[in-house]
């Protein structure tokens, strides 16, 4: 089985959690999988429900009644399954009733069982998900494996990735021999992605061609949805979806409006963004006006970066001659778009808030994040001319900004110039927080 994260995470709740879990995600990130992996390991008495494959089962929650209703219902169909005090209840694609997120905290408070829930499109269908019900429910949220899951899958061992976190937080050049096969792999995540299915057929087949039809096939999953939800809402979520490609090939890899025909304006087609972002399939990026703390301050809406979900299925989604040039390390080949959106993808999965910055004057930064309490300029660079950054410059000369340090991810070793990191990119896995485990603050009176 591919080592998740989020194995950890869901095996604590069985263990100790005294809330109901809702896993979420885009499809085929590989919730329900994990989920059913982690309840079998933990010898837990568990029952698994699926409102797609049994709709029926919809009517144990949906009918009028109280709490010991529900439960006697949920006796008549698993019987002896059920033990009181242990058994957990697993509810997956939970979407399709969106008022069983209303009815866990009634079903919380009884305790006679524990509930963990899951489903995809949760974005979507249930809007206020983020806010109810609070202290009920402790929300995960899965993506794509992301790099240091991905170089684990491959054979990487935890000791070597030790190291090199060593030599990220030393700010020292990785060993030569270590360095090169970092980089070999991180190619590789650009053409295989993180969707686990496509992780696991590389890994079985080692066949490009075999990886790339399982990202059509999701790519077909996806719009499947799309189809549904435009015909329903009036949206475009199909062409602006077909369209990021293009628009991250372009120089600033910024969302242009007129790219979807003359006249159109964000009004018409917010709704189309927003659902895409809220299904999980895209991911957005969103303008500040200055790169100062706190950043959402000055987030501009109306201007953005999409990426997608998952590198590999971007990768997908070009033509065969750019993965042929990524095995061949093609130098003629721009994969600026491919890094850029592997970087995004791996910082919003470790729960980051990202920006990107364009001022007239100073010029544009690729990407904005606020890390150990301060902002943090990230710049990805995929060509040898990584050390050309104006725009950089300007910034961390602005002694207004009080920006500290910023990292520039590229293709080389380690390197420090005074206060510009320069990195390679895979060490965009170590780029944690230091601040997110929260901060102590002593009592002020007493």
């Given at each position: 089985?591919?080592?998740?994260?989020?194995y950890k995470?869901?095996?604590?709740?069985?263990?100790?959690?005294?809330?109901?879990?809702?896993?979420t995600?885009?499809?085929?990130t590989?919730?329900?999988?994990l989920?059913?992996?982690?309840l079998?390991?933990?010898?837990?008495?568990?029952?698994?429900?699926?409102?797609?494959?049994?709709p029926?089962?919809?009517?144990?929650f949906?009918?009028d009644?109280?709490?010991?209703?529900?439960?006697?219902?949920?006796s008549?169909?698993?019987?002896?399954?059920?033990?009181p005090?242990?058994?957990?209840?697993?509810?997956d694609?939970?979407?399709?009733?969106k008022?069983?997120v209303?009815k866990?905290?009634?079903?919380?408070?009884d305790?006679?069982?524990?509930?963990?829930?899951?489903?995809s499109?949760?974005?979507?269908e249930?809007?206020?998900?983020?806010?109810?019900?609070?202290?009920?429910?402790?929300?995960?949220?899965?993506?794509?494996l992301?790099?240091?899951?991905?170089?684990?899958?491959?054979?990487?061992?935890e000791?070597?990735?030790?190291k090199?976190?060593?030599?990220?937080?030393?700010?020292?050049?990785?060993?030569?021999?270590?360095?090169?096969?970092?980089?070999?792999?991180?190619?590789?995540?650009?053409?295989?992605?993180?969707?686990?299915?496509?992780?696991?057929t590389?890994?079985?087949?080692?066949?490009?061609?075999k990886?790339?039809?399982?990202?059509?096939?999701?790519?077909?999953?996806?719009?499947?949805?799309?189809?549904?939800?435009?015909?329903?809402?009036?949206l475009?979520?199909?062409?602006?979806?077909?369209?990021?490609?293009?628009?991250?090939?372009?120089?600033?890899?910024?969302?242009?409006?007129?790219?979807?025909?003359?006249?159109?304006?964000?009004?018409?087609?917010?709704n189309?963004?927003?659902?895409?972002?809220?299904?999980?399939?895209?991911?957005?990026?969103?303008?500040?006006?200055?790169?100062?703390?706190p950043?959402?301050?000055?987030?501009?809406?109306?201007?953005?970066?999409?990426?997608?979900?998952?590198?590999?299925?971007?990768t997908?989604?070009y033509?065969?001659?750019v993965?042929?040039?990524?095995?061949?390390?093609?130098?003629?080949?721009?994969?600026?778009?491919?890094?850029?959106?592997?970087?995004?993808?791996?910082?919003?999965?470790?729960?980051?808030?990202?920006?990107?910055y364009n001022?007239?004057?100073?010029?544009?930064?690729?990407?904005?994040?606020?890390?150990?309490?301060?902002?943090?300029?990230?710049?990805?660079?995929s060509?040898?001319?990584?050390?050309?950054?104006s725009?950089l410059?300007?910034?961390?000369?602005n002694?207004?900004?009080?920006?500290?340090?910023?990292?520039?991810?590229?293709?080389e070793n380690?390197?420090?110039v005074?206060?510009?990191?320069?990195?390679?990119?895979?060490?965009t896995?170590?780029?944690?927080?230091?601040?997110s485990?929260?901060i102590?603050?002593?009592?002020?009176?007493?």
């Amino acid at each position: 089985m591919i080592e998740r994260e989020l194995y950890k995470d869901i095996t604590d709740w069985v263990a100790n959690g005294k809330t109901a879990l809702t896993v979420t995600g885009a499809r085929q990130t590989g919730k329900t999988f994990l989920i059913r992996e982690c309840l079998k390991a933990s010898g837990r008495s568990f029952v698994e429900i699926n409102f797609i494959e049994n709709p029926e089962y919809i009517s144990i929650f949906k009918n009028d009644g109280n709490v010991k209703d529900i439960l006697f219902r949920l006796s008549a169909v698993f019987g002896k399954s059920l033990i009181p005090g242990e058994t957990i209840v697993f509810i997956d694609e939970v979407q399709e009733y969106k008022d069983m997120v209303t009815k866990i905290k009634f079903l919380v408070d009884d305790n006679t069982y524990k509930y963990i829930l899951s489903g995809s499109l949760l974005g979507v269908e249930l809007s206020n998900l983020r806010s109810a019900p609070v202290g009920y429910m402790k929300i995960l949220e899965m993506y794509p494996l992301n790099l240091k899951e991905f170089y684990k899958a491959i054979g990487m061992t935890e000791s070597v990735l030790d190291k090199v976190k060593e030599c990220f937080d030393s700010r020292i050049p990785v060993d030569s021999f270590v360095h090169s096969k970092l980089m070999d792999a991180f190619y590789l995540y650009l053409m295989v992605g993180g969707m686990p299915q496509a992780v696991d057929t590389y890994l079985s087949t080692n066949d490009m061609n075999k990886v790339s039809e399982i990202h059509q096939d999701i790519n077909s999953l996806y719009k499947l949805d799309f189809t549904k939800y435009e015909q329903q809402q009036n949206l475009r979520l199909k062409e602006i979806y077909d369209s990021i490609p293009g628009e991250l090939n372009d120089q600033n890899k910024r969302f242009f409006l007129n790219k979807l025909g003359h006249g159109t304006s964000i009004s018409r087609v917010e709704n189309s963004f927003i659902w895409l972002k809220d299904a999980g399939v895209a991911l957005a990026i969103y303008n500040v006006t200055e790169p100062k703390s706190p950043l959402r301050v000055s987030e501009k809406r109306n201007l953005f970066k999409l990426f997608l979900l998952d590198v590999g299925m971007l990768t997908s989604m070009y033509p065969n001659s750019v993965k042929l040039g990524i095995f061949n390390r093609d130098k003629n080949l721009n994969n600026g778009a491919l890094f850029e959106n592997a970087v995004a993808q791996e910082l919003i999965s470790k729960g980051y808030a990202v920006y990107y910055y364009n001022g007239k004057k100073q010029g544009e930064l690729d990407l904005l994040i606020e890390r150990n309490g301060y902002v943090l300029p990230i710049e990805v660079k995929s060509g040898k001319d990584f050390k050309i950054h104006s725009a950089l410059d300007n910034v961390l000369s602005n002694e207004s900004y009080g920006i500290p340090e910023a990292i520039i991810f590229n293709n080389e070793n380690v390197e420090t110039v005074g206060k510009k990191n320069y990195m390679p990119i895979y060490m965009t896995m170590f780029l944690e927080d230091d601040l997110s485990d929260g901060i102590i603050y002593p009592p002020v009176l007493g």
